[in-house]
C-alpha cells in the first residue's frame, strides 16, 4: 500500500499510539490501513466414492489439480462460499459436510479451510477458471500434480480418517514452504 | 475505500471482467482492490475450573465482558494469534488446545475462531484494552454483560461440553444480530 485509500495522500509505514505493529498510515487525514490474513475455503466433493477435482487454468499453479477451493467473499458464510467455489470452478452442486482441515498458510498471510460435501448429483462441467474437471477414485488421485501442499494435506486426512470410519478436523501449519504439522 | 492504495487515483466501482462481483478497481493504474472477511481468532483460557475473562476497555462494546480475542495478524497461525491476544488483553500465558468454535458474522465481513486454552500458571493481568480482567467460576459468568453473541455462543458451548465431558467444535451464523445455527 502506497496511498491512502480514503484521501488519496501517500501514507507512512510506522508503529500507530497504542499499536505495538508497524502498519500504513495516513499522515494526512490520520486512518491506520490494517492488513490481515485471507480467507481460502474449500470442499472435497464426494459422488459415489468419488472425488471432484479440477486442473487450474490460472496461475499460481495452471495447469495442477485442486479440489474447489478459493477466497471468502464478504457477506457470505464459510460453508456458502465453499459452495459457491464448487459451483464456479466445477459447476457442481454439493451439500457441504462437516469441517475436514484448517491450515495456517502463514507466508501467504492465508487460512485455509476446508469441509467434506456430498454432490446432489452426478452433474459437474469446467468453470472459467478451469481446464478440466473429472470424478476420480481416490486410488487414482495425481499426488505429483496438486497444486498446493494445504489440497494434498487435506486430500490425505480425507482418505486417512474415511479409511478410519471417522470425520475429523485437522491442522497444519505451512511457512515458506516447509510442512509443520502439530502432533 | 475511494482512492487507489497504489497509485492515488480515484477509483470506480465496477465489476472486473471475468469476475461476478463489483470491485474498487482503479481506472488509471488497472489494479483491483479486494475486501475479504477478517479473522477474529481468540481462546476460553482455563485455570483450575475457571476461566479468565476481560472488562472491555474499548468500544465497541465497551464495559461488557469478553473471553481475550481479536484481529489475527499477518505472519501468525490461528493459535498463535489467539495466545498472542491472551498476553496483550490479560497478561496471561495459555496453551492453545481443541477447536471450539468457528463463527460465521457475516453482516460485520468477520469469522470468529475461537479455542480452548489452559493457562501455564496463575498470573494474569489487565491489558490496556481491558478495564479488569478475573478468574470466574463457570456457574458465575455475567451473561447480561457477555459483549457479544459470537463469544456467548463459544462459552455456552464450552459449558455444554465440558458438562458432557467431551471437546467438540461448533459452528453458528450471526447475521444482522440474528442467531441461526446449523443443525
Known amino acids: ?49 468419488r472425488i471432484l477435482i479440477c486442473r487450474r487454468a490460472i ?27 464448487c459451483w464456479e470452478e466445477a459447476l457442481a452442486r454439493v451439500e457441504i459436510g462437516s469441517l475436514l482441515a484448517v491450515v495456517n498458510v502463514v507466508h501467504a498471510h492465508q487460512v485455509h479451510v476446508m469441509f467434506r460435501a456430498r454432490m446432489t448429483g452426478p452433474e459437474f462441467g469446467i468453470g472459467p477458471e478451469s481446464l478440466e474437471s473429472t470424478l476420480v477414485r481416490p486410488e487414482d488421485l495425481p499426488w505429483p500434480e496438486i497444486a498446493f501442499p494445504s489440497i494434498e494435506f487435506a486430500l490425505r486426512r480425507w482418505l486417512d480418517d474415511r479409511g478410519r470410519g471417522v470425520e475429523q478436523h485437522h491442522f497444519a501449519d505451512f511457512d515458506r514452504g516447509a510442512a509443520r504439522r502439530p502432533a
Not at 61 to 76: D, I, K, S, V
Open 1 to 49: 500500500m502506497k496511498f491512502c485509500s480514503e484521501c488519496g495522500h501517500a501514507v507512512e509505514t510506522r508503529v500507530p499510539d497504542g499499536d505495538h505493529l508497524p502498519r500504513s498510515v495516513c499522515p494526512a487525514c490520520g486512518t491506520v490501513h490494517y492488513q490481515n490474513p485471507k480467507i481460502v475455503v474449500g470442499c472435497v466433493p464426494e459422488h459415489e466414492g
Open 59 to 85: 496461475e499460481p499453479r495452471r495447469g495442477y489439480w485442486t479440489f474447489p477451493a478459493g477466497f471468502m467473499e464478504n457477506g457470505e458464510t464459510l460453508q456458502a462460499a465453499a459452495a459457491r467455489e
